[in-house]
């Protein structure tokens, strides 16, 4: 068994498959960290990445996979999700060891897992979608504060492009650290520097007039739709669980 | 101060509007034009309500000054309720700001009836149109048709709104008749049937021409209240398979009866609000819509009642024993689809997965599949289905004790004995 360590980038993990074809390494395991030299019971392999090497992998997937193959994989693995290159790097194993395109083989494990990791994605991106919550402040722009389970701010570009054209908007992501800001052009990604972290969730001292008003407003409206004969708390929070709640206007 | 006001009207005008069930916000394709605000397309749930439900526009009343006497309904003439009006700019300023702040996908809007039908229609035409043409608004907007409205006023609704809905409130003309005397069936229908015939019009003018402007995109909806009188899932699947044939309608509501008047034609205020089977009739409803059911393989003369314990699939397949079992790895998805267990997404897995090697009941249950209640269906690459002959009965009860009571082992065998 060796276990490979890579830098937790993309370009990084295509690398250390190319590694364990060329060096024929068949029993891996990947792990994203700073690679020791004191760490030397087992078999450690340092994966330095190699945007050339990436490529050619990248290539060889082309050619086995659709297009939509390979954003899924780009997704996965963006998601940063704890532990789970070994089931990436086992499905980008699976496609270079088929004669066909494999995509769909939901009987293998990997296929299977990779479908079970994007749907999760999905999920945590549809919940952003619902859950982000603006705030106006006094120049104009909405902001809003999430923490997502999995890395999906670069996915949210597109929806909330096209859908808050007209206002300048910053949603961002306490967790990581970072956000994307529109400037009604473009979206670029920020970091801002809240001199405590505590209080990236609320901006209240820079909120607009009528910002008090209209959330005010918005919990009224969500208690006055509430059927109470009808009151069913498992489902509420099977839909919203309670970690979402701190960045929820209308469940502060 | 104004913003006691207005909370005051939405604290009364959305708690007289939430008994209208349908919340949905999908099916319109509304692009964002000339960068202005918001796109109509899969509905988003923004929240949900304690009770579970989704949240997902902003659903009031203009007012719920109403001159008619609805049994049902919290709005009527003769109910002693506090009264209240949202002028038009209130609403569209609402609509505004929630929207900006990514609170809801848009506004239901719908109204007690003032003066006369058209008078309300208009007042609502009139906000649906505001924000489309002042503040370029591109969100969602479902308008209620008042009963009665004339055509030139739909049509013009149709022009602003996303989707429509006149709702049939009771499933049957008699149960219409007991309980609301004031309106009448043919007035509902008619406004009705003006959309439907303007929509598929609008849609063949979309195809010959693509900037001709979108007319209701996401079609129209309708609700009937469960409960409050007494006729039967038959009878109720019955008028949603009509309404859906004949009217093109893209859903039914159903919506389980809250008492909350106290009227000797209604159930007392102590019932409980039938939600298992309003559940029930929603996944019937997908049956018919989705999984190629016809509404009398699910309800007829015999079996005239939804089954409360388990769903209409289920109980479908246990009274038709012969289908079954079904090859998992060979039969049509037509046919995966009626196993109960399976839904959409793991039918057209198992079709594409199958193409690379046979299935098993293990790789099924990893594809999402409901094996406790499909292995009485089918067979597959593992030798672990059910094998022996099972009445339908007989699984009814495995399936029932399996789910009620997880933790106690061996009730399998004990059940047997019945
Ligand atoms: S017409 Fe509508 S608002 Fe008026 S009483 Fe009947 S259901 Fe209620």
């Known amino acids: 068994m060796y276990t490979l360590v890579y830098d937790g980038t993309f370009e990084g993990l295509l690398t250390a498959v190319f590694e364990i074809y ?35 992998v990248l290539a060889g997937l082309r050619k086995k996979l659709s297009r939509a193959g390979i954003q899924r994989l780009y997704i996965a693995h963006m998601a940063e999700m704890e532990n789970e290159e070994n089931a990436i790097v086992g499905f980008i194993r699976y496609v270079f060891d088929s004669d066909q395109n494999i995509e769909e083989d939901y009987g293998n494990k990997y296929v299977m897992r990779l479908s079970e990791i994007i749907k999760m994605v999905r999920r945590e991106k549809h919940r952003m979608e619902a859950f982000v919550r603006f705030q106006k402040l006094k120049d104009e722009t909405f902001y809003s504060a999430v923490e997502p389970d999995f890395n999906v701010l670069p996915l949210l570009i597109r929806h909330f492009k096209s859908r808050y054209a007209d206002q300048k908007w910053i949603i961002y992501d306490i967790k990581r650290g970072y956000g994307i800001y529109y400037d009604l052009h473009d979206t670029q990604y920020i970091s801002l520097d809240f001199t405590d972290v505590k209080n990236a969730g609320n901006v209240i001292t820079a909120f607009s007039e009528d910002e008090g008003i209209y959330q005010h407003l918005w919990k009224n409206y969500f208690t006055s739709v509430n059927i109470v004969a009808r009151k069913n708390t498992k489902l509420h929070l099977r839909h919203i669980p309670k970690r979402y709640w701190r960045h929820l206007t209308e469940k502060i | 101060m104004i913003a006691d006001r207005i909370t005051e009207k939405l604290n009364i005008l959305a ?34 309500t304690e009770d579970g439900r989704c949240v997902s526009l902003l659903k009031i009343l203009l007012t719920n000054h109403c001159i008619f006497d609805c049994a049902y309904c919290v709005s009527r003439k003769n109910n002693d309720i506090k009264r209240a009006a949202f002028t038009v700019q209130e609403v569209v300023d609402l609509t505004i700001n929630f929207y900006r702040r990514n609170y809801i996908e848009g506004l239901f809007l719908s109204s007690g009836i003032f003066k006369d039908a058209d008078y309300t229609m208009e007042r609502l035409v009139r906000i649906a149109k505001k924000l489309r043409t002042e503040h370029n608004f591109n969100g969602y907007i479902h308008l209620k048709s008042i009963p009665g409205a004339s055509d030139e006023l739909m049509r013009e609704a149709g022009m602003y709104a996303d989707r429509l809905s006149v709702n049939l409130e009771m499933p049957t003309e008699a149960g219409l008749k007991l309980l609301a005397p004031d309106k009448n069936r043919q007035d509902m229908i008619d406004p009705m049937n003006f959309l439907k015939n303007e929509i598929i019009l609008r849609t063949e003018e979309k195809k010959l021409f693509k900037k001709a402007p979108l007319f209701a995109p996401a079609g129209q909806s309708t609700q009937v209240i469960i409960g409050a009188t ?3 899932d038959q009878q109720v699947l019955q ?25 000797k034609r209604l159930p007392a205020l102590n019932t409980t609000v039938p939600m298992v089977r309003e559940n029930r009739l929603y996944q019937a409803d997908w049956l018919m819509r989705f999984y190629g059911f016809n509404v009398n393989e699910i309800v007829n003369n015999e079996q005239p009642l939804l089954d409360l314990d388990i769903d209409p699939k289920l109980s479908w397949a246990i009274r038709n024993m012969q289908a079954f079992p079904i090859d998992i790895n060979k039969a049509d998805i037509q046919l995966i689809l009626r196993v109960p267990g399976i839904g959409m997404l793991s039918a057209q897995k198992i079709v594409s997965a199958r193409k ?32 022996r002959d099972l009445t339908g009965q007989n699984i009814k009860q495995f399936i029932l004790a399996e789910s009620q009571s997880k933790y106690i082992r061996n009730t399998q065998s004990q059940l047997s004995l019945f």
């Open chain 2, 239 to 263: 008028s949603a398979n009509y309404f859906y044939k004949n009217f093109n309608l893209k859903r039914v509501y159903y919506s389980g009866y809250v008492p909350v008047l106290a009227d």
């Open chain 2, 230 to 232: 007494p006729e039967s």
């Open chain 1, 22 to 56: 060329e060096r024929k390494l068949f029993h891996v395991k990947l792990i994203k960290g700073e690679w020791r030299s004191t760490a030397m019971f087992e078999e450690v392999v340092p994966v330095v990445t190699d945007d050339e090497r990436a490529n050619r």
């Open chain 2, 15 to 48: 708690d007289a509007a939430k008994y209208d069930v349908s919340c949905a916000s999908s099916g319109s394709k509304r692009k964002n034009e000339n960068k202005g605000l918001g796109n109509a397309s899969n509905g988003i749930c923004h929240s949900y």
């Open chain 2, 356 to 387: 690379f090697a046979k299935l098993s009941l293990d790789q099924l249950k990893k594809i999402g599949v409901a094996i406790n209640r499909a292995r009485y269906f089918i067979v597959c690459k593992s030798n672990e289905f059910e094998r």
